[in-house]
């Protein structure tokens, strides 16, 4: 039932051609040092003072201090450092083997990003009581090794813990009531909830709630303007799995703004991503950057795999070309392909992360400007 309640949830969330974000396979395989991470990863905070610094989209709220948390094929939370490119396991017990449940890199798995020094994560919680389920998500704060676990919060009848997005010291988050309507867990009826806590205060807010349809879920899209961007996604009919009749999913899209803390509808086609917002068509794709320049690229659409935006490029590893958002100019692309992200730039170099099919993880490569970017076309 999980394999399927899973698969409905990936029916259910589209994914957006930009900061598309995942997992990766340690390479050490080494435990962490006293500090929990390496000496190049401190566990010191991003800036928060600088909204725009402290924004991260999705899964890339894991991106912090020159590296990434990512969760292995053991289940394992472990931080790859891309100063020395190279994964330690967020453990920094001697002498242990990581291989039980004593080891502090385990039970991390949800959502886990660092911020001032610590790691921050959700945890699901599901038993039976009374012969009826009973689903609850505690969200943990632990020292930056793992150890010293401490539970936030607790949100009853929750489940289903989407991508985050942290502005500044304050997180926000999508979740679902679990909604089953009888004991077959055949189908639920779940109410799709938007939240924020501030990590500082402590003050968590319920920001939006929809029940629609069924099997009804949330997704936050990102930021821009001030508003956060999030979809709903429902059923019209109760989810019965068959792999020849793939159910559509209906669609609602919505915005909230911070300052007046208002909800309102969105235009479903325009998606924050890291240069402003993206607008897809049937064609292409029309960026709209924060300075106000708006730029078509027919070869872009919604189903394109990894489109990196970085430094002022927009790259598209896929049909080898990026587009210098400044003028305009088009430049040949190589040494990427479609399964490329690049993620991160650290001393003049660039993180490239790619799936490996054979694994299901993913890999880090380190390349130069020049490694990516050729020629005008």
Not at 89 to 100: E, G, V
Not at 127 to 152: C, E, S
Request: some cysteine; charged content about 25%; aromatic content about 12%.
């Amino acid at each position: 039932m999980k394999k399927l309640l899973l698969l409905l949830i990936c029916l259910l969330i589209p994914l957006t051609a930009c900061g598309e974000k995942g997992k990766a396979d340690s390479q050490s395989g080494e435990s962490a040092g006293s500090d929990g991470i390496s000496e190049a990863a401190d566990g010191e905070a991003q800036s928060d003072d600088a909204e725009y610094d402290g924004k991260r989209y999705g899964s890339s709220i894991a991106i912090s201090n020159d590296g990434e948390l990512f969760i292995d094929s053991q289940v394992r939370l472990n931080f790859f450092d891309f100063s020395i490119m190279d994964s330690v396991l967020i453990c920094s017990k001697p002498n242990c083997r990581h291989d039980t449940h004593d080891c502090s890199s385990y039970g991390m798995d949800i959502d886990p990003f660092i911020y001032n020094g610590n790691i921050y994560f959700f945890e699901a919680d599901s038993y039976m009581k009374k012969d009826k389920p009973v689903y609850n998500m505690h969200f943990v704060r632990a020292d930056i090794d793992g150890t010293n676990r401490k539970v936030l919060l607790t949100l009853e009848d929750m489940e289903d813990s989407s991508d985050c997005l942290l502005i500044g010291s304050t997180l926000y988050f999508g979740m679902r009531t679990h909604g089953y309507t009888d004991l077959s867990l055949d189908h639920s009826e779940p109410t799709a909830k938007l939240f924020s806590y501030d990590l500082e205060s402590g003050q968590l807010s319920e920001l939006f709630s929809m029940k629609k349809g069924y099997s009804c879920a949330i997704q936050i899209d990102g930021e821009y303007n001030g508003d956060i961007y999030f979809t709903v996604s429902y059923l019209e009919e109760k989810f019965v799995y068959d792999p020849n009749n793939i159910p559509t999913s209906l669609r609602e899209t919505f915005k909230y703004n911070r300052q007046n803390n208002e909800i309102s509808e969105r235009d479903g086609d325009y998606y924050p991503c890291e240069c402003g917002l993206v607008h897809y068509e049937d064609e292409g794709a029309t960026f709209y950057t924060e300075d106000g320049k708006e730029i078509y690229i027919p070869d872009i659409t919604q189903n394109s795999t990894y489109v990196s935006i970085i430094d002022g490029y927009i790259i598209d590893g896929e049909n080898k070309f990026a587009v210098e958002i400044s003028s305009g100019d088009r430049y040949s692309v190589s040494g990427i392909d479609k399964s490329d992200d690049i993620i991160y730039c650290l001393d003049g170099a660039y993180i490239v992360k790619r799936l490996n099919k054979d694994s299901g993880q993913y890999e880090y490569r380190k390349l130069v400007w020049s490694d990516i970017i050729g020629k005008e076309i």
